[in-house]
């Protein structure tokens, strides 16, 4: 007899749990998987992020891996470039709203910033996990660790005050 996968309850204690992990990262951020494995088609997964953590900017090129993100807790601050690195656009999401979450189309070069500690958002996208590539990775944008990337954070956060 086949035994059924465990439901995965998406609750405080889970939240709690992934925020005190990513509050312990050297990167500020920690990410809870449902899916069973990298290769699995429908990546589903929570991401805790603290204040001060640095996501590079980036896109997914493949059609397939358009991105959807709902704040479960705290408020994060969406950034959208142009190819020569100017902000497109500006949203604040928020687990109180008025914008709740967005859906990231393939090709758009974002990132997203913990506006408050112990910020959580849920995340789709379809699998596999593949590696961002040097081409999805925005050139104009310094690496992680940087003292440029530090100064860049910055800046993003001022957009938001």
Same mark, same amino acid.
């Given at each position: 007899?086949?035994?059924?996968?465990?439901?995965?309850?998406?609750?405080?204690?889970?939240?709690?749990?992934?925020?005190?992990?990513?509050?312990?990262?050297?990167?500020?951020?920690?990410?809870?998987?449902?899916?069973?494995?990298?290769?699995?088609?429908?990546?589903?997964?929570?991401?805790?992020?603290?204040?001060?953590?640095?996501?590079?900017?980036?896109?997914?090129?493949?059609?397939?891996?358009?991105?959807?993100?709902?704040?479960?807790?705290?408020?994060?601050?969406?950034?959208?470039?142009?190819?020569?690195?100017?902000?497109?656009?500006?949203?604040?999401?928020?687990?109180?709203?008025?914008?709740?979450?967005?859906?990231?189309?393939?090709?758009?070069?974002?990132?997203?910033?913990?506006?408050?500690?112990?910020?959580?958002?849920?995340?789709?996208?379809?699998?596999?996990?593949?590696?961002?590539?040097?081409?999805?990775?925005?050139? #104009?944008?310094?690496?992680?660790?940087?003292?440029?990337?530090?100064?860049?954070?910055?800046? #993003?956060?001022?957009?938001?005050?």
């Amino acid at each position: 007899m086949k035994t059924m996968p465990s439901t995965i309850r998406i609750d405080e204690a889970l939240l709690d749990h992934t925020c005190r992990l990513a509050a312990e990262s050297d990167r500020k951020r920690k990410n809870a998987n449902f899916h069973p494995g990298n290769d699995f088609p429908a990546h589903r997964l929570i991401n805790a992020i603290q204040p001060g953590s640095y996501i590079r900017p980036h896109r997914h090129q493949d059609p397939n891996k358009d991105e959807s993100i709902v704040v479960l807790r705290g408020r994060f601050g969406y950034l959208s470039f142009t190819e020569d690195g100017a902000v497109a656009e500006t949203l604040t999401l928020s687990a109180n709203g008025p914008v709740y979450g967005v859906d990231i189309p393939h090709g758009t070069t974002h990132t997203l910033l913990a506006l408050e500690a112990d910020s959580v958002f849920f995340e789709a996208k379809a699998g596999p996990f593949v590696p961002l590539s040097p081409e999805e990775i925005a050139t #104009w944008s310094p690496a992680e660790g940087s003292p440029q990337a530090s100064k860049l954070l910055q800046d #993003w956060y001022t957009r938001f005050e």
